[in-house]
């Protein structure tokens, strides 16, 4: 059982280390901040066929949808609400193993059972907007996808 813990865990660093140098170089040159996020988007989406996969941005006080992959999605998500307004206010990643156990999770799918939630810096380090991605299955998402979704948050800022 171990052993194959370590193959998928190795399987999923390598596909995070091929999708992190395909989106450096198709975001490089574009700087346009929405049409980076839709490839983003769409390129984690089909990598890994998660849910949903997209991001909020900071506007007016709210979180607002922005470009996704995936089923229907909340529109506004206020400050410290929710994974993704909490994940805004502690300015951290928050990853959620059952989405059942967060307080206050906002249930815009009854399909999602896990999720995380990476923010976005500008270069003041406030944050600008998050990465949002849920799965239809408990547990899915670890340090592994921390670490390389965070990276991945970055070619954003």
Not at 1 to 9: F, T, V
Request: proline residues 3%; charged residues 20%.
């Amino acid at each position: 059982m171990a052993e194959h813990l370590e193959i998928a865990q190795g399987s999923k660093t390598e596909k995070y280390s091929t999708l992190y140098k395909q989106i450096v170089a198709l975001t490089e040159s574009e700087p346009d901040t929405i049409a980076r996020m839709a490839n983003v988007a769409a390129m984690i989406h089909a990598t890994f066929d998660f849910w949903w996969t997209g991001f909020y941005r900071v506007q007016d006080n709210m979180l607002v949808l922005s470009p996704f992959q995936g089923p229907l999605a909340c529109t506004r998500i206020a400050y410290g609400r929710g994974v993704c307004g909490t994940a805004w206010k502690e300015a951290t990643t928050i990853i959620v193993r059952n989405v059942e156990e967060f307080p206050g999770h906002i249930a815009c799918s009854s399909a999602s059972k896990s999720e995380i939630v990476v923010p976005i810096f500008n270069t003041q380090q406030q944050v600008t907007g998050v990465l949002d991605i849920d799965s239809q299955y408990l547990a899915t998402f670890d340090e592994c996808d921390r670490e390389w979704l965070e990276k991945i948050a970055a070619l954003l800022s």
